[in-house]
């Protein structure tokens, strides 16, 4: 939610994103499932979303991902391909670092960035400069850390999250398959679980019980 509509600045009109296109890196991860839902209940725009297996592919899809794209790939190309060849919003779930040229490419001039992920090497950010981008990152504990003066927004939105998925407009991202589901926490179960995100191949969110 704070991605979409806090740092994109994204309207919540369909009317006012009709045209618009937005790309998720790393679809299938939480966030992206959850933004992905978010933006085609409450938008208008066109989404596109990366994933690269089948089963991630299909849950992207599922989910209500307009196109889908191979991020293992040459994502320039593939968007080209699919009649989308710059967007609008880019959210970022993973590492930027692997993608940023291609990012930098396709962003439409005074497109909007954000990204959940901190980077490990620098970033060449004057090269967005020629098309006046905004890049903004996003920390879902920043409002609580600093006690800002729009704290309360969390709450709300989480009020708001709620009421969706009380309502089914939005499905759970957690999975109900062995590889999100790990039993109740315990070293052992976290250890499985750290695995399990490490191999880059879990759709969805984790889960432990008990806390």
Same mark, same amino acid.
């Given at each position: !939610?704070?991605?979409?509509?806090?740092? %994109?600045?994204?309207?919540?009109?369909?009317?006012?994103?009709?045209?618009?296109? @937005?790309?998720?890196?790393?679809?299938?991860?939480?966030?992206?499932?959850?933004?992905?839902?978010?933006?085609? *209940? @409450?938008?208008?725009?066109?989404?596109?979303?990366?994933?690269?297996?089948?089963?991630?592919?299909? !849950?992207? /899809? #599922?989910?209500?991902?307009?196109?889908?794209?191979?991020?293992?790939?040459?994502?320039?190309?593939?968007?080209?391909?699919?009649?989308?060849?710059?967007?609008?919003?880019?959210?970022?779930?993973?590492?930027? #670092?692997?993608?940023?040229?291609?990012?930098?490419?396709?962003?439409?001039?005074?497109?909007?960035?954000?990204?959940?992920?901190?980077?490990?090497?620098? @970033?060449?950010? #004057?090269?967005?400069?020629?098309?006046?981008?905004?890049?903004?990152?996003?920390?879902?504990?920043?409002?609580?850390?600093?006690?800002?003066?729009?704290?309360?927004? *969390?709450?709300? %939105?989480?009020?708001?999250?709620?009421?969706?998925?009380?309502? *089914?407009?939005?499905?759970?991202?957690?999975?109900?398959? #062995?590889?999100?589901?790990?039993? /109740?926490?315990?070293?052992?179960?976290?250890?499985?679980?750290?695995?399990?995100?490490?191999?880059?191949?879990?759709?969805?969110?984790?889960?432990?019980?008990?806390?």
């Amino acid at each position: !939610w704070e991605c979409l509509f806090d740092r %994109l600045a994204i309207p919540q009109s369909k009317q006012a994103t009709a045209g618009q296109s @937005l790309l998720v890196l790393n679809g299938a991860g939480g966030v992206g499932s959850i933004a992905i839902q978010l933006a085609k *209940q @409450l938008t208008g725009l066109t989404v596109v979303a990366t994933a690269s297996r089948p089963e991630s592919i299909a !849950w992207v /899809r #599922e989910l209500g991902a307009d196109h889908v794209v191979n991020h293992r790939e040459d994502i320039v190309a593939q968007l080209k391909q699919i009649g989308v060849p710059q967007v609008d919003y880019v959210l970022v779930g993973t590492a930027i #670092e692997p993608y940023f040229a291609s990012i930098v490419e396709i962003i439409k001039p005074q497109g909007k960035i954000t990204s959940i992920v901190r980077t490990t090497q620098p @970033l060449a950010i #004057e090269e967005l400069f020629v098309k006046s981008v905004s890049f903004v990152w996003e920390m879902m504990f920043t409002r609580s850390m600093f006690q800002t003066a729009d704290m309360v927004k *969390q709450h709300e %939105l989480l009020n708001r999250v709620a009421d969706l998925v009380d309502s *089914q407009a939005l499905r759970t991202t957690i999975v109900g398959s #062995e590889s999100t589901k790990h039993g /109740r926490i315990n070293a052992a179960n976290l250890k499985e679980a750290h695995k399990a995100l490490e191999s880059g191949q879990v759709v969805g969110k984790l889960v432990l019980q008990g806390f």
